[in-house]
Nanobody, 125 residues
């Protein structure tokens, strides 16, 4: 079992920056990721990281603007720069106790059994 708690969501103007954090407890995840769900849309993968210090993968829509990192084995961050109104969504931290390796590239929700409650990001134009 892994419990995750996200923080850092806020309302910002387009072009601004935010940093989301996720702290995992009870167990140390192997692979982790960020997903988001905008109103009326399906949840989508944003960025994943295969392990602490491992490979990172990004959705095309955020490449060059967002950076995923693991500050330590139990803390996941997402630095979001040059935010756009279309980045508005609920952002979720997800984790797997199993090492996913290059499967992280697929950003498949089913590979991540553990989820946080979400943190809201709103970007206004």
């Amino acid at each position: 079992q892994v419990q995750m708690v996200e923080s850092g969501g806020d309302s910002v103007q387009a072009g601004g920056s935010l940093r989301l954090s996720c702290v995992a407890s009870r167990n140390t995840p192997a692979s982790m990721g960020w997903f988001r769900q905008a109103p009326g849309k399906e949840r989508e993968g944003v960025a994943t990281i295969s392990t602490y210090g491992g490979s990172t993968y990004y959705a095309d829509s955020v490449k060059g603007r967002f950076t995923i990192s693991r500050d330590n084995a139990n803390t996941l961050s997402l630095q979001m720069n040059s935010l756009k109104p279309e980045d508005t969504a609920m952002y979720y931290c997800a984790a797997s106790l199993s090492y996913l390796g290059s499967r992280c590239r697929n950003m498949n929700e089913g590979d991540f059994p553990y989820w946080g409650q979400g943190t809201q990001v709103t970007v206004s134009s």
